[in-house]
């Protein structure tokens, strides 16, 4: 590797210290999507302290905000998120289910590793420029509410990203790959159903019923999936039931719909059927609905430019060297799984190269799978990320690193037990240095970026970016 690369990343190494107890300590204060007010004081703090400028109150998000360094072209942004989930609360490295706080927050999602490694990235290209007297600029994005909240959606309907000529990011999970799948477009809509409160046995003549209205409506839109492309989603939780009295009309019910599909359009379109449904379902209840959205993420654009460059990174640097505990730590937890997640398995089978399934191979049976995968072929995800928005204004790659046992689902209390360990903190020092790596190969050779914008512009057919997010739509803070 090159001595220029080489001293970056070593910075990296230089500020584990500090880059692992932060990690810690946003695991220790998990805050829900748009809450993360700890988070956001602790970065903006952090990135004043180590030479970053920090602009806070992106897009009008009390959470959202940047820490940028240098001058000038090009523009390297690399994306954090550090919000955690509703009800996963767990104790760090205990092996069974067992809160902190019952019914609290946890991170399930690892994103206290996600966010500190882009820092750690940015921290290592801005050694970089500093080192060589480079021009150029490299941006920290502190992105909050990635878990349902779409907060990179609303900073990219506010121009938070204009001006990034490409962007990194990564996320924990079971293995090392360069992100491959894309991601699906999605509205977010709550029902308000209002209906007309009466005794259910006295005069249930004068009643109407929000409830009635909401479970006819789920009724109508189970009828539609019928009638939908075969990859569209339709999910749906009841969020207010109008009480727990039978002997009253239910005076108000709620639902909320989070669509899916691979492209806005198609969304588009599913959402005014589902609206239309809603709307039956009030008339023949002879109910009001009141129509909601709440947020959208755009499906996103893969680059297979950038996705080069980190699969390159990603096999140049030595991957995390897991010691006997991490992986005795990874046998007690593979130990508590009834079923393990299959997404190795998946890669593995797509594998057609000899080359590349003996590479497979020689993972399949690890305890933590620390070996680069190749790169996949490209392919449809079904799950959405707001980073779909942000990849059609800039170029955008991703890899994923090995932060938890092999065969630990995302979103489990496993994950969560496992944030805080040290598996855990070597995969966010490996995907921070493959990022920074990434980008410096970007910084040094210039006609990568332009292929990768030249890419970019190819398969968004020249659109720019417009936002699903409707103008007067606000981020939902429950
Ligand atoms: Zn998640
Ligand atoms: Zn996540």
Known sequence: MELKKQSALENIDACKELLESMSDALWDHPETGYHEHFAARLYCRMLEKLGFQVEQGLAGIETAFSGTYGSGKPVIGFLGEFDALPGLSQQANVTRMCPVTEGGPGHGCGHNLLGVGALAAALGVKKYLEDNKL??????????????????????????????????????????????????????????????????????????????????????????????????????????????????????????????????????ELYRRVNNIAQGAALMTETTVDIEFIKACSNSIINTELNHVMQRNLEQIPPQAFDDADLEQARQFRATLTKTST?????????????????????????????????????????????????????????????????????????????KSSMAKKGMLYAAKVMAGSAIDVLENQDILRRAQEELYRRTGGRKYDSPIPDDVKPHIS
């Open 343 to 419: 997404y190795f398995d998946a890669l593995a089978a797509e594998a057609t190269d000899p080359e590349d399934q003996k590479r497979f191979q020689a993972d399949m049976d690890s305890l933590i799978h620390a070996v680069p995968l190749p790169l996949a072929r490209e392919r449809q995800g079904f799950v959405s990320s707001d980073v779909g928005d942000v990849s059609w204004n800039c170029p955008v790659a991703q890899i994923n690193a090995a932060t938890m046992p092999a065969g630990v689902a995302m979103h489990s209390w496993q994950m969560v037990a496992v944030g």
């Open 135 to 268: 021009p150029g600029t490299v941006k920290f994005f502190g992105c909050p509410a990635e878990e349902g909240g779409s907060g990179k959606g609303f900073m990219a309907r506010d121009g938070v990203f204009d001006g990034v000529d490409a962007a990194f990011c990564w996320h924990p999970g079971e293995v090392n790959s360069v992100a491959t799948e894309s991601t699906m477009a999605n509205y977010q809509i709550c029902y308000h159903f209002h209906g007309v409160a009466s005794h259910a046995a006295m005069t249930p003549e004068l009643g109407r019923s929000a409830l009635d209205a909401l479970e006819l409506m789920n009724t109508g839109v189970q009828y539609l999936r019928e009638h939908v492309p075969t990859d569209t989603r339709i999910h749906y939780a009841i969020t207010n039931s109008g009480g727990n009295a039978p002997g009253t009309v239910q005076a108000y019910a709620e639902g909320l719909y989070l669509l899916r599909a691979r492209q806005l359009p198609q969304v588009k």
